[in-house]
């Protein structure tokens, strides 16, 4: 017979098998392709049966056998000049890739199929290289890359007219823009995917769409969060046999609304469907929501047996999403086991990361990524003040003298990262050229250090694969040279540096006079922080570090009263009874006999 169409006949057979999903004899059709192939030396034939079992292969989890059969096709097709379908197997090795722990490999793959893609390949192609980039660069917490791999993709399917990728690409940006904290620009993205696929009657499409927006309206820190709306799509979704999928979402919003009974078995099916589909990543975000719960319902030892199972997963894991997720849960699990200690040191491996990926992102990013995450930075510091309790020497406080320099050198970069910026950049122009030069080099090492040390923190597990411009940056030799360079700034040009570079806060170097007080306040949702300092004999003094526990919503109360009473310039008629109820509550006995004991008061 002829072997050739033999073997057509068997591929054929194959790819049925496949969309049938019954693997064994797919792959036994795949071949019996390969060895027709072989026979009749027809490299066509030799590279679609790779691919198909390559396809299989990385559909049962079997990467490693994959990525060695996506190999072979992309050959084969190389030798053919079979540019698309080369381009296509390059996307699914860079899938096998990422799934063995290769990232930075797999982001290489898809920059390789991204340069062979000229605009006579099919559109499709093209839109699917800018969207598996995009989302590589999210998992590595690449958010500014990540944006402009979606929006190329959004784009080629503008013009390519094609209305269900374009809807996916508004997802796909929706994505990122949830992760920055930019909850109207994500809901308005979703809003418009949901549109396009409604229009197209697309229903596997609208599923998706509406998970994106039961997780704005649900996220905890959600400028637009609704839970009722979320729970109301989530049922929704559920009567039209669509609730599967939307599960690890759903979990968050009875977590917030401590509906722990119905949390705790939906998260274990989760768990279940997600290990099923051999998705790791998926299994691990199950596990820390199913711990979360578990610690939120009181259950201690069941959170702490569960997050260890999501640790085993999340230390293969490259998304670094995934990684802070963890390291939040790890650290809340830490403060109800009441292991403060603990729990600071898991916060600050927590902020790192952040600040890795928040350096790596523009202005605008960064300053949402700092309001959206701000919370963190309350509970180090109400971790702290727990620590300290236990401290009956406020002079001698470790603990508050830490949470008072932390919250001083986060409020100074908040400042930086947004108004702020206005007066650097101004500031900076009136540097000399080789001033600036010097600076922006030493902000290009940093920020490539930077992405180092984000990807060494969520490759962990295995060796991450050095970029190929050259070694690794000499961190020590970095601290050196930034140290030096800003010693300079700071003698020479002092106003800049105090923007751009704000000193580290040490208690014993405020500028105080004798006598003088100063009053710091850290204002968190449930309370508010207190630190008295006072210079005494010709040394400054941390005389309390306390909290007001009232939360943040009691201050607002009182002080737009306030405030509208004084914009309007009705001093007179002011009821001043709020800032007495204020002064009380922030100032309890002995701490007012502190401050009327003072010569002079600053406030902060």
């Avoid at 791999?149 to 997802?171: G, V, Y």
């Avoid at 992760?179 to 979703?190: M, P, R």
């Avoid at 105090?498 to 105080?512: F, H, N, T």
């Avoid at 509550?585 to 007012?592: D, E, G, K």
Wanted: with cysteine; aromatic share 8%; net charge negative.
């Amino acid at each position: 017979g002829n072997k050739l169409l033999e073997g057509r006949a068997a591929l054929f057979i194959g790819f049925y098998y496949q969309k049938q999903k019954d693997y064994q004899n797919a792959i036994q059709s795949a071949d019996l392709a390969t060895e027709m192939a072989n026979e009749v030396h027809n490299s066509g034939l030799a590279a679609s049966s790779a691919w198909l079992k390559g396809d299989i292969l990385k559909t049962l989890g079997k990467h490693s056998e994959a990525l060695l059969f996506h190999e072979q096709a992309i050959a084969h097709f190389q030798q053919n000049q079979d540019r698309a379908s080369e381009i296509s197997v390059l996307l699914a090795k860079a899938e096998d890739q990422n799934a063995l722990h290769d990232p930075d490999g797999a982001v290489a793959t898809c920059l390789l199929a991204e340069s062979k893609a000229d605009p006579a390949v099919p559109s499709i192609t093209r839109l699917s290289i800018s969207r598996d980039l995009g989302y590589l660069y999210l998992q590595q917490g690449e958010m500014e890359k990540a944006m402009l791999a979606f929006q190329r993709e959004r784009n080629i399917a503008k013009d390519a007219n094609d209305q269900r990728n374009l809807a996916f690409s508004e997802l796909s940006l929706s994505d990122v823009l949830q992760l920055l904290g930019k909850w109207d620009d994500a809901l308005d993205a979703a809003t418009d995917g949901l549109k396009i696929f409604g229009q197209i009657k697309d229903e596997v499409g609208e599923t998706a769409a509406n998970a994106e927006l039961i997780n704005i309206y649900g996220d905890r820190t959600s400028s637009t969060q609704d839970f009722d709306r979320a729970l109301s799509l989530y049922e929704e979704q559920e009567r039209q046999g669509h609730g599967t999928n939307l599960k690890l979402d759903v979990i968050e919003i009875y977590l917030q609304k401590g509906l722990y009974q119905k949390a705790i078995p939906l998260a274990k099916s989760a768990v279940s469907q997600c290990a099923q589909r051999h998705d790791t990543d998926c299994e691990a975000h199950a596990l820390i929501s199913l711990a979360e719960v578990q610690r939120a319902a009181g259950d201690l030892r069941a959170s702490a047996a569960t997050t260890q199972q999501a640790s085993r997963l999340v230390e293969r894991s490259a998304n670094f999403y995934l990684h802070g997720r963890l390291l939040y849960g790890e650290a809340n699990l830490k403060r109800a086991q009441e292991e403060n200690s603990e729990a600071v040191t898991v916060y600050e491996e927590l902020i790192s990361l952040l600040e890795g990926v928040k350096g790596q992102s523009d202005a605008s990013d960064q300053r949402a990524m700092s309001e959206t995450y701000g919370f963190i930075y309350d509970e180090l510091i109400t971790t702290l003040h727990s620590l300290s309790k236990q401290n009956r020497t406020p002079a001698d406080d470790h603990f508050a003298l830490e949470a008072f320099k932390y919250a001083e050198e986060n409020r100074a970069r908040q400042f930086a990262q947004s108004w702020g910026r206005t007066f650097l950049e101004q500031m900076r122009k009136t540097l000399p050229a080789e001033v600036q030069t010097e600076e922006h080099l030493l902000n290009v090492r940093q920020n490539q250090l930077n992405a180092m040390s984000a990807a060494n923190v969520v490759t962990q597990a295995h060796s991450a694969k050095l970029p190929s411009h050259g070694p690794p940056e000499d961190a020590h030799k970095l601290e050196i040279d930034k140290a030096t360079f800003v010693g300079r700034i700071q003698a020479t040009y002092p106003q800049y540096a105090a923007v751009a570079y704000p000193a580290p806060v040490d208690v014993g170097k405020l500028l105080l006079r004798d006598g003088e007080t100063l009053v710091e306040f850290k204002a968190t949702n449930d309370a508010v922080f207190v630190w008295i300092v006072r210079k005494e004999s010709g040394a400054n003094h941390l005389i309390a570090f306390y909290s007001a526990d009232k939360p943040r919503e009691w201050f607002q109360q009182r002080i737009i009263p306030l405030r509208n009473a004084l914009n309007q310039a009705q001093i007179g008629n002011m009821d001043w009874s709020p800032a007495e109820e204020m002064f009380r509550a922030l100032f309890p006995a002995p701490h007012a006999a502190q401050l009327l004991a003072s010569k002079a008061i600053v406030f902060i």
